[in-house]
T-cell receptor
Framework: RKEVEQDPGPFNVPEGATVAFNCTYSNSASQSFFWYRQDCRKEPKLLMSVYSSGNEDGRFTAQLNRASQYISLLIRDSKLSDSATYLCVVRVIGGSQGNLIFGKGTKLSVKP | GAVVSQHPSRVICKSGTSVKIECRSLDFQATTMFWYRQFPKQSLMLMATSNEGSKATYEQGVEKDKFLINHASLTLSTLTVTSAHPEDSSFYIC????????FGPGTRLTVL
């Protein structure tokens, strides 16, 4: 089983739509959780950290369910500029300092 | 957010040559930096952890004599791909950590 698993998509949605991505992780020792976005041929950029209580940043809402080892990202009112690959990222206790485990990403394409 | 730079952004070289990639943290000191590699449509994979003033820690399967890492100062780590071969062609990305990890813009290496 992959350490961090995501639906690769692509998710093709119209502007203004609400879209949700899910991610599961296998290591119960996972400590920290993040969503990054990666544009084509670019480096990943931090979108938001994910906390157990859930957190929101503008149109983006992230949720963490430790019991189910499940992370989600909700994007409301999608914009064309949201088109990217969204990476679910997990830091594991005991891994190399700062070591992150990356999912393969979910591709989002927002159409006019 | 924190800024990490990389140089060069793109390299095309002949098989057998060595290529040096620089990673700099521009507005903070980083005792630890990380080197990743990403093949097309694949996840980022950690290659090694670069430690200022001491030897790098390599992930399993990464040859330390082929991928030389030097972390000479608190703001600079270098990765040298020695005797590069076409299979080393990839997107190399460095990162440094504050709370989350911030990535450099990456170096696209093509070995002919």
């Amino acid at each position: 089983r992959k350490e961090v698993e995501q639906d690769p998509g692509p998710f093709n949605v119209p502007e203004g739509a609400t879209v949700a991505f899910n991610c599961t992780y296998s290591n119960s020792a996972s400590q920290s959780f993040f969503w990054y976005r990666q544009d084509c041929r670019k480096e990943p950029k931090l979108l938001m950290s994910v906390y157990s209580s859930g957190n929101e940043d503008g149109r983006f809402t992230a949720q963490l369910n430790r019991a189910s080892q499940y992370i989600s990202l909700l994007i409301r009112d999608s914009k064309l500029s949201d088109s990217a690959t969204y990476l679910c990222v997990v830091r594991v206790i005991g891994g190399s300092q700062g070591n992150l485990i990356f999912g393969k990403g979910t591709k989002l394409s927002v159409k006019p | 957010g924190a800024v990490v730079s990389q140089h060069p952004s793109r390299v095309i070289c002949k098989s057998g040559t060595s290529v040096k990639i620089e990673c700099r943290s521009l507005d903070f000191q980083a005792t630890t930096m990380f080197w990743y590699r990403q093949f097309p449509k694949q996840s980022l994979m950690l290659m090694a952890t670069s430690n200022e003033g001491s030897k790098a820690t390599y992930e399993q399967g990464v040859e330390k004599d082929k991928f030389l890492i030097n972390h000479a100062s608190l703001t600079l780590s270098t990765l040298t791909v020695t005797s590069a071969h076409p299979e080393d062609s990839s997107f190399y990305i460095c990162s440094a950590r504050l709370e989350a990890q911030f990535f450099g813009p990456g170096t696209r290496l093509t070995v002919l």
